[in-house]
């Protein structure tokens, strides 16, 4: 800590401006001291077993059906291009009778909206869709 003694001389000097910013420093440090010896005891968790993420390939039965959707948010159905939300509600309602009903994967392109896979996903809620799935790349092993 800086003192500051009168000249000598016994004359007055200006005034210091300047902020003294030794108790700042003092104050934070004793401040990060506490936060570091709380954090522990915050961060407590209920002792659990997680599962294990496996990856199971993807059994594709032939009566699953495929939606894509590409990166300008045209949707198809399988490798047929559908026109609007109400033909592919259409088609949903048709699938939506059969027993068993199918699944339907959704293929959505990494580059596309999230609102129109959102579109493909309400399109299947209000058809009756029991089971949707997403498709998607696995992750690279290494």
Not at 1 to 9: D, F, K, T
Not at 42 to 50: A, I, Y
Request: proline share 9%; aromatic share 4%; charged share 20%.
């Amino acid at each position: 800590m800086a003192m500051q003694v009168g000249s000598p001389e016994g004359e007055e000097e200006e005034t210091i401006s300047t902020i003294n910013t030794t108790p700042l420093v003092d104050v934070m440090l004793v401040l990060l001291i506490i936060f570091l010896i709380t954090i522990p005891v915050v961060t407590e968790n209920v002792p659990v077993e997680l599962p294990i993420e496996e990856n199971q390939p993807l059994q594709t039965k032939p009566e699953n059906i495929t939606i894509a959707v590409d990166a300008e948010g045209s949707i198809f159905w399988g490798t047929t291009p559908l026109a609007d939300q109400q033909a592919l509600l259409e088609r949903l309602y048709k699938v939506a009778v059969q027993v068993p009903q199918p699944e339907i994967h959704i293929r959505g392109d990494q580059e596309t909206r999230y609102e129109n896979v959102n579109t493909v996903v309400q399109a299947c809620q209000r058809a009756g869709i029991v089971k949707v799935g997403f498709i998607t790349e696995p992750p690279p092993r290494g």
